[in-house]
């Protein structure tokens, strides 16, 4: 895309995303009236034509489209918005999902902080409907805007804090006999370690992200790394399970390493009472 003159740039991009955007839209307001027989093709269509802008957009660098020409990041904005509108139509097809997800990802790069705007009510629609397996995915999109953004993104991330950690919470009292659960509910945890280990400073320290702290400390260490572990749900009996056992451990230990007493006090003070436990 770097060989096009700048000035066609714009144009090209135009004619190529404005005919799938509307394509998008047309099938979008249809998706009540479809019939069991178009739905599934309706569908792929549309998991076509994400796949293929997903690509497109690759041709585009940040400086390009917020420096040099910003109307190619104007155009992109309207694709997004569009794309978003899925969620909301379709919020429990995980492949659509996954698909919206990864042009999200491509979006915080391409866009950078223009992206802002778009974020909330996408983190909304993506944890509304979210199974354990697409919490992964979900953890790795925040860990991107946490790596790029930091502490600039720390009013979105405040927001969505609780619910991510009452959905984790809730994926692991879900346990179930077979693997599937349990890996990826395994995974949820080795990418909060992850964060821990990455954006909390040591006791006293500056947060990279404010508000971080608190919230494992309040909230995860308790719903997620304590109460889910006492709940009958949690079969101690079973070798995935186990494995799940060792990771959160390991995450109460990552916090206490990083937390200091204050972590410890809470989890004793706060969880322990809450618990019933002597």
């Known amino acids: 895309m770097e060989d096009v003159p700048l000035e066609k740039q714009s144009d090209y991009l135009s004619s ?16 009540k009236v479809l019939n069991p027989e178009e739905s599934p093709l309706k569908i792929a269509n ?12 690759k041709g585009f660098s940040e400086r390009l489209v917020t420096a040099s020409h910003p109307a190619i990041g104007h155009t992109f904005k309207q694709t997004l918005d569009v794309l978003l509108q899925i969620l909301v139509v379709f919020p429990k097809l ?9 042009f999200i990802h491509r979006m915080v ?3 950078g902080a223009p992206v802002f705007p778009y974020l909330p009510k996408a983190l909304e629609q993506l944890l509304a409907e979210s199974e354990p397996k697409e919490m992964v995915a979900f953890l790795l999109l925040l860990n991107q805007l946490i ?9 979105i991330l405040e927001e969505v804090f609780p619910a991510i950690a009452g959905r984790v919470f809730s994926a692991i009292r879900r346990v179930a006999d077979s693997s599937g659960p349990e890996a990826n509910t395994e995974a949820c945890v080795q990418i909060f370690i992850k964060l821990i280990k990455d954006w909390c400073a040591k006791p006293y320290g500056e947060e990279k992200v404010p508000g971080l702290q608190s919230f494992l400390i309040e909230t995860f260490a308790t719903n997620c790394c304590l109460y889910s572990v006492l709940d009958k749900s949690f079969k101690f009996g079973d070798a995935n399970t186990l494995v799940l056992f060792g990771e ?28 019933h436990c002597p």
């Not at 190529?16 to 998706?31: G, I, Y």
């Not at 549309?46 to 957009?57: E, F, G, K, R």
């Not at 995450?251 to 322990?272: I, R, T």
């Open 248 to 275: 959160i451990v390991l995450a109460q230990k990552v916090m206490y390493g990083k937390f200091g007493d204050d972590f410890l006090a809470h989890f004793v003070s706060k969880g322990f009472s809450s618990a």
């Open 94 to 102: 995980e492949p659509l999902r996954t698909k919206v997800l990864s």
């Open 147 to 155: 790596c790029k953004f930091s502490t600039l993104v720390h009013d």
């Open 16 to 31: 190529l995303l404005t005919p799938l955007c509307q394509r998008v839209e047309a099938m979008l307001m249809n998706a």
């Open 109 to 111: 790069d391409t866009l």
């Open 46 to 57: 549309i998991q076509q034509i994400i796949v293929a802008i997903n690509a497109l957009s």
